[in-house]
């Protein structure tokens, strides 16, 4: 067993014993269909951890939050688009909020560079070769948060298995203040 999940394991022992009761209780008020009915599709960054939730007002129970690796939307069939549908269909979402950030490592990513990093680490050739148009397609169009948080705002606003009701809105963080400014205001656009 690795130190970090040693760690974890004896934070989780401490928490539980001391705050279980209670926090089992603030459980069962809660239900499975998010309170503000939104969802938030946001970047693993991990200066966000802990950030985005608080600075938009959102707390335990009040939303569902995906994310992933650059807020990015890879295919229309993929495992972020189904996880939306799941939070729109199955938890009654009506509005997503799709928030990016600024100096998002995404952007100066490339596959390049990530398949030279994997071949480093050893990953055999056909499976770098494998993984190279998936990373082609995902990593390097994306240069531009703003932009990026445009473009899915407008994917699944245009997306035809979401529903023309749903209001999708558009934010880019500062991560170390967690200031948000507006990008697109779903309710108007």
Known sequence: MTTLLQDILAHNRAVTEKEGEARRAAAVALKKTPHR??????????????????????????????????NIIGTLEGTMIISLLVAVFMQNIEEI??????????????????????????????AVETMRGPLETYLDPHTDPEQNVRRVVQLLRTHPAFPPDIVVHGLLMQPASGSVRLVVDGSRD
């Open 97 to 126: 909020i799709v928030v990016g950030h600024e100096d998002c490592g995404f952007t100066h990513a490339s596959s390049a560079v990530l398949l030279d990093k994997m071949r480093q680490r050893g990953i055999g050739k056909e």
């Open 37 to 70: 009915r939104c969802a938030i599709f946001t970047c693993m960054d991990a200066r966000l951890v802990e950030m985005v939730e608080p600075a938009l007002g959102i707390r335990r129970g009040d939303a569902v939050v995906l994310r992933n690796a650059g």
